[in-house]
Antibody, heavy 124, light 111 residues
Framework: QITLKESGPTLVKPTQTLTLTCTFS??????????VGWIRQPPGKALEWLAL???????RYSPSLKSRLTITKDTSKNQVVLTMTNMDPVDTATYYC????????????????WGQGMLVTASS | NVMLTQAHSVSESPGKTVTISCTRS????????VQWYQQRPGSSPTAVIY?????PSGVPDRFSASIDSSSNSASLTISGLETEDEADYYC??????????FGGGTKLTVL
């Protein structure tokens, strides 16, 4: 059974750096083909992709947020960490992590399992 | 930058069929796979279609999808509408650099 759960601060002040951790079980990020992504959703608004990290440490970032984002993985801890610098009230959103890939070799490329999400508020 | 445009909302009656569209702003819709996600109120998204027209295990065959190169769009069709289908639906694809792109979402009301 694959599960993912996001953790981190629920409130950050403007200009601070947000650090979110995705802790997962039921798969290994060392398995060829698999990835873990971060997606956010401001209240009442659409999904927005942020970043993706693959089993081989290949990393992809949203072009519009690339300068503020860093994604890393700790395979031994089954964790993926996303940092976002210079937080602003417009970054208030529910942040989700999701496994990217499905099937025997994770060759079916889509966000197959999602965490429950966590609301992060950026406010002074 | 590639944008995926969806209608803000659509409504239909139980038992009927509804189609939700997703139009790609630049580049061919056929050049990258399209996925569709369902998000019920208060819940995380779940995939209902991947790779243009494939259903994940457990998704009923009432859900189908296609792409249309002439209109540069993708469509999700839900037949035999049930009240539990009421949700937001998001299309997702990629830009030319394989960056993930989501559409703006369509709110489906089943009334």
């Amino acid at each position: 059974q694959i599960t993912l759960k996001e953790s981190g601060p629920t409130l950050v002040k403007p200009t601070q750096t947000l650090t979110l951790t995705c802790t997962f079980s039921g798969f290994s990020l060392s398995t060829s083909g698999v990835g873990v992504g971060w997606i956010r959703q401001p209240p009442g608004k659409a999904l927005e992709w942020l970043a993706l990290i693959y089993w081989d440490d290949d990393k992809r970032y949203s072009p519009s947020l690339k300068s503020r984002l860093t994604i890393t993985k700790d395979t031994s801890k089954n964790q993926v960490v996303l940092t976002m610098t210079n937080m602003d009230p417009v970054d208030t959103a529910t942040y989700y992590c999701a496994i990217y890939g499905s099937g025997s070799y994770y060759n079916e490329k889509y966000f197959a399992y999602w965490g429950q999400g966590m609301l992060v508020t950026a406010s002074s | 930058n590639v944008m995926l445009t969806q209608a803000h909302s659509v409504s239909e009656s139980p038992g009927k069929t509804v189609t939700i569209s997703c139009t790609r702003s630049s580049g061919s819709i056929a050049s990258n796979y399209v996925q569709w996600y369902q998000q019920r109120p208060g819940s995380s998204p779940t995939a209902v279609i991947y790779e243009d027209n494939r259903r994940p295990s457990g998704v009923p065959d009432r859900f189908s999808a296609s792409i249309d190169s002439s209109s540069n769009s993708a469509s999700l069709t839900i037949s035999g509408l049930e009240t539990e289908d009421e949700a937001d639906y998001y299309c997702q694809s990629y830009d030319s650099n394989n960056h993930v792109v989501f559409g703006g979402g369509t709110k489906l009301t089943v009334l």
